[in-house]
């Protein structure tokens, strides 16, 4: 019972636009859908989009607004465009890929910060490490246990 409180409370708090005290108000939430047809929207909306793109989330510094394997459209904006509470991906200096929130706008670049991180990343996105915002999300979910047996069938 504890573990449905817990799971329900994190949706709920996935919904808002401010998560652990992170504004994350200009990050689009995750549609659920079936995996073959979450990354069928992904890639149309992708192909739709002028320069997106589209890839899997791993870790799980940004849960619960976004779980591990959540499928991502990004899109590339220009640096001027970017916006508090956005969801950006960039590289950093030793050449890892990061999608954190921006947080705020500073002199040197934009802070961004993990949900699950207590503070925000010393290395700040700039025009030159920034790779692309995300624009769209889309949760895989299974089917469900009885559609499995139906399919074994």
Not at 66 to 80: D, E, F, R
């Amino acid at each position: 019972m504890a573990a449905l409180l817990f799971t329900s409370a994190t949706a709920q708090e996935a919904e808002q636009p401010w998560i652990r005290g992170i504004y994350t108000g200009q990050s689009p939430r995750p549609v659920k859908a079936a995996e073959a047809e979450a990354w069928q929207q992904a890639n149309i909306l992708a192909e739709n989009t002028p320069d997106a793109f589209v890839l899997v989330g791993l870790g799980r510094s940004m849960q619960p607004l976004y779980a591990p394997g959540t499928i991502l459209v990004l899109q590339h904006l220009p640096y001027a465009e970017l916006k508090r509470g956005q969801t950006a991906l960039y590289r950093t200096k030793q050449q890892n890929v990061v999608a954190h929130v921006l947080v705020a706008k500073a002199r040197d670049g934009w802070r961004v910060q993990g949900l699950n991180n207590a503070i925000h990343d010393m290395e700040p996105v700039v025009a030159e490490n920034l790779v692309g915002v995300v624009v769209a999300a889309f949760k895989p979910v299974a089917p469900a246990r009885s559609m499995q047996v139906a399919m074994l069938r």
